[in-house]
Nanobody, 123 residues
């Protein structure tokens, strides 16, 4: 099991910045990748950014050049630095962990989710 706790959300003006944090506990050694998703009211959850255990990153087109995902392995924490925020970035942001492992010849691939943190961009 993996538990994820997000923090850092809040209210910010357009053009401002926020940094989200996600701390992972539990069976963290088998986590292959972690990422951030967001969901606005009435819309589907969408990928914002992801980072693998090897450090490879992936970003949605709508955040490239504005957001940066990073990780601190010593703290078992991933971050999402959000700059130049726009009103359309308003959403609940969820931390995700992808855990991959094998046991007894069986392959497992499981996703874990945090509770979410609200980001509101408004003047």
């Amino acid at each position: 099991q993996v538990q994820l706790v997000e923090s850092g959300g809040g209210l910010v003006q357009p053009g401002g910045s926020l940094r989200l944090s996600c701390a992972a506990t539990g069976n963290i050694l088998s986590i292959y990748a972690m990422g951030w998703y967001r969901q606005a009211p009435g819309k589907q959850r969408e990928l914002v950014a992801g980072i693998t255990s090897g450090g490879s990153t992936n970003y949605a087109d709508f955040v490239k050049g504005r957001f940066t995902i990073s990780r601190d392995n010593a703290k078992n924490t991933v971050y999402l630095q959000m700059n130049s925020l726009k009103p359309e970035d308003t959403a609940v942001y969820y931390c995700n962990a992808d855990r991959i492992w094998t046991s007894g010849g069986t392959y497992y691939d499981r996703d874990y989710w945090g509770q979410g943190t609200q980001v509101t961009v408004s003047s």
